[in-house]
């Protein structure tokens, strides 16, 4: 029974590892789309605090989805 168990982990963390990959390679089209219209609309000199964060350790700040922000309560 474990040893089942540890196959279906080992299953599950593939897939978990795809999606994340797959989730990365979709943040970071969205990341050239944001600066290639940021520089359309005259806003390449502007840096969001966001961006600064990503560029100084390469891990940024995780929005959630309204959804998830409606069900949070007040802050």
């Given at each position: 029974?474990?040893?089942?168990?540890?196959?279906?982990?080992?299953?599950?963390?593939?897939?978990?590892?795809?999606?994340?990959?797959?989730?990365?390679?979709?943040?970071?089209?969205?990341?050239?789309?944001?600066?290639?219209?940021?520089?359309?609309?005259?806003?390449d000199a502007?840096?969001?605090e966001e961006?600064a964060e990503?560029?100084?350790?390469?891990?940024?700040?995780?929005?959630?989805?309204?959804?998830?922000?409606?069900?949070?309560?007040?802050?």
């Amino acid at each position: 029974e474990l040893e089942q168990q540890v196959v279906d982990l080992e299953e599950e963390n593939q897939k978990l590892l795809l999606e994340n990959q797959l989730l990365r390679e979709k943040t970071h089209g969205l990341v050239v789309e944001n600066q290639e219209l940021r520089q359309r609309l005259g806003m390449d000199a502007l840096v969001t605090e966001e961006e600064a964060e990503t560029k100084g350790n390469g891990v940024g700040p995780v929005a959630g989805s309204a959804e998830s922000a409606a069900g949070a309560g007040p802050v």
